[in-house]
Nanobody, 118 residues
Framework: QVRLVESGGGSVQAGDSLRLTCVSS????????MAWFRQAPGKERELVGTINHWGTVVYAPLAKDRFIISKKDYVNTIYLQMTALEAGDTAIYYC????????????WGQGIQVTVSS
């Protein structure tokens, strides 16, 4: 069982920045793909972007050059740097991990609230 723990959320004003962190209990040697998702009130969960074991990032259109996903070398920790936050970014942000070895599996963090006030 892989455990994902998010941190760094909170309440901010529009235009502010915030950095979320996700720490995975899985080995850094695993070729996992990690991702950030978010779910706004009354809406479906949507992808923000993914980052693979080698640090290659793929962003969803909603990232709009305001969000940057990165990882810490040698450990399974990823970050979501959010800038110029808007009220529409208010959501619960989830960390996700997809494992391929030794078998396919998917894990979710508990989610962390980000509230942006205009």
């Amino acid at each position: 069982q892989v455990r994902l723990v998010e941190s760094g959320g909170g309440s901010v004003q529009a235009g502010d920045s915030l950095r979320l962190t996700c720490v995975s209990s899985d080995s850094a040697l695993q070729p996992d793909v990690m991702a950030w998702f978010r779910q706004a009130p009354g809406k479906e969960r949507e992808l923000v972007g993914t980052i693979n074991h080698w640090g290659t990032v793929v962003y969803a259109p909603l990232a709009k050059d305001r969000f940057i996903i990165s990882k810490k070398d040698y450990v399974n920790t990823i970050y979501l740097q959010m800038t110029a936050l808007e009220a529409g970014d208010t959501a619960i942000y989830y960390c996700n991990l997809k494992r391929t070895l030794p078998s396919a599996a998917e894990y979710w963090g508990q989610g962390i609230q980000v509230t942006v006030s205009s």
